[in-house]
Antibody, heavy 122, light 113 residues
Framework: EVQLVESGGVVVQPGGSLRLSCVAS????????MHWVRQTPGKGLEWISL????????QYAESVKGRFTISRDNSRNSLYLQMNSLRVEDTALYYC???????????????WGQGTLVTVSS | DIVMTQSPDSLAVSLGERATINCKSS????????????LGWYQQKPGQPPKLLIY???TRESGVPDRFSGSGSGTDFTLTISNLQAEDVAVYYC?????????FGQGTKVEIK
């Protein structure tokens, strides 16, 4: 059974930093690209970052480019999101999601984690 | 960026009736190398993450009841829920995975009338 479990969400002050983690199980993690998607009541679902299966390619939404860094450790079946220079508008539930087909990024997301809540507030 | 626009924002349908949700992409999401529309539909119930229902615009994910169907072409797509059940109350999102950034529609909330 595929499982994605996010952690690391907390309350942080504006300008602060945070690292989110997503631990995967139930599939061969190093074969699949992974995404981070966030959700806020006001803006719905927003894709924010992708990393390929081997970690060689990353992409970011303009809203987080230069502030967030996605990475993965295939030996630990783990995906990460380093979040720096956090803003109030980064407050959201952050999900990790798995791409449905190995070795490609051009597919839908077939599994999502339960999410971890990040609150940026003074 | 490809803008995904859903309509309506919400709808109320009687049990056993049909719910129809529309999604329009601001440009084509047809990818010739896969010969498919890179368009998916997700269901999100309260307190849960999104769940994949439909991919390639019309292919039902394994385990999804056959009352859910997707259709469309060009830039216009539809998710139809026939014979609406109480457990179908949720917010439904379309998503394009044709180009970066991947984008979602704003969501359509389905309720029971």
């Amino acid at each position: 059974e595929v499982q994605l479990v996010e952690s690391g969400g907390v309350v942080v002050q504006p300008g602060g930093s945070l690292r989110l983690s997503c631990v995967a199980s139930g599939f061969t993690f190093n074969n699949y690209a992974m995404h981070w998607v966030r959700q806020t009541p006001g803006k719905g679902l927003e894709w924010i970052s992708l990393i390929t299966w081997d970690g060689t390619t990353t992409q970011y939404a303009e809203s987080v480019k230069g502030r967030f860094t996605i990475s993965r450790d295939n030996s630990r079946n783990s995906l990460y999101l380093q979040m720096n220079s956090l803003r109030v508008e980064d407050t959201a539930l952050y999900y990790c999601a798995k791409v449905s087909l190995r070795s490609t990024i051009w597919r839908h997301f077939d599994y999502w984690g339960q999410g971890t809540l990040v609150t940026v507030s003074s | 960026d490809i803008v995904m626009t859903q309509s309506p924002d919400s709808l109320a349908v009687s049990l056993g009736e049909r719910a129809t949700i529309n999604c329009k992409s601001s440009q084509s999401v047809f990818y010739s190398s896969t010969n498919n529309y890179h368009l998916g539909w997700y269901q999100q119930k309260p307190g849960q993450p999104p769940k994949l229902l439909i991919y390639w615009a019309s292919t039902r994910e394994s385990g999804v009841p056959d009352r859910f169907s997707g259709s469309g072409s060009g830039t216009d797509f539809t998710l139809t829920i026939s014979n609406l059940q109480a457990e179908d109350v949720a917010v439904y999102y379309c998503q394009q995975y044709y180009s970066t950034p991947w984008t979602f529609g704003q969501g359509t909330k389905v309720e029971i009338k």
